[in-house]
């Protein structure tokens, strides 16, 4: 089945510091990949997502790209601030029926201190 | 800016009780997803639903499960007779079309305790 392995954490950087979280999927078809983020006492959060292979998703300074050969799709910021802290979430979504539903790694808890 | 709203967001109750989590999608969405996470584990999928019926269900969503959205607003899930494993945060989730390309919104969550 489908299925999404996501670096484990947490992860303790200081600011400004390089961040990459790793993703690689197992996937039948062609699925879209996204990263969600869930901040303290909130919900999770679409951050960025990539529909086809070699597409860059980018928002907030985050991006990830696309990688159909190596089935990844890693998350990378060049300086984190403490506002970053949060839990990060690969996620990949095929059709199927009339719904879709997303698939989902086990997320990654980051902490950014000053 | 619109969003969906989860009540209650902390529920406890004893083994063998219903619970019934709320949640109130964005109004002009149209798919309603539960996914559940268990401490320390993955988000799951649960169900999702579609004109007024559910559209995919996973193995966890057996018969002590179901959802129904009762008057046009509410989207609920109710768990006949809680389990010491269903103990997880409960997310809510609404997409205005069911693209795999699209967004998801989801709410806060609902934490259900199963003592």
């Known amino acids: 089945g489908d299925s999404v392995t996501q670096m484990e954490g947490p992860v303790t950087l200081s600011e400004e510091a390089f961040l990459t979280i790793n993703c690689t999927y197992t996937?039948?078809?062609?699925?879209?990949l996204f990263w969600y983020v869930q901040y303290p006492g909130e919900g999770l959060q679409l951050l960025l997502k990539?529909?086809?292979?070699?597409d860059k998703g980018s928002n907030k300074g985050f991006e990830a790209t696309y990688r159909k050969e190596t089935t990844s799709f890693h998350l990378e910021k060049g300086s984190v601030q403490v506002s970053d802290s949060a839990v990060y979430f690969c996620?990949?979504?095929?059709?199927?029926?009339?719904?879709?539903?997303?698939?989902f790694g086990s997320g990654t808890q980051l902490t950014v201190l000053p | 800016e619109p969003e969906v709203t989860q009540t209650p967001s902390h529920q406890v109750t004893q083994m063998g009780q219903e619970v019934i989590l709320r949640c109130v999608p964005i109004?002009?969405?149209?798919?309603f997803y539960w996914y559940r996470q268990i401490l320390g584990q993955k988000v799951e999928f649960l169900v999702s639903?579609?004109?007024?019926?559910?559209?995919?269900k996973s193995e966890i969503f057996d018969d002590q499960f179901s959802v129904e959205r009762p008057d046009g607003s509410n989207f609920t899930l109710k768990i006949r007779s809680t389990k010491l494993e269903d103990s997880a945060m409960y997310f809510c989730?609404?997409?205005?079309?069911?693209?795999?390309?699209?967004?998801?919104?989801f709410g806060e969550g609902s934490r259900l305790t199963v003592l």
């Open positions: 996937a039948t078809g062609y699925p879209s």
């Open positions: 989730a609404s997409s205005e079309t069911g693209s795999p390309t699209g967004e998801l919104f």
């Open positions: 990539a529909t086809k292979a070699d």
């Open positions: 996620a990949l979504s095929i059709s199927s029926g009339s719904a879709r539903q997303l698939t």
């Open positions: 109004s002009n969405h149209l798919y």
């Open positions: 639903f579609y004109n007024n019926e559910i559209s995919e």
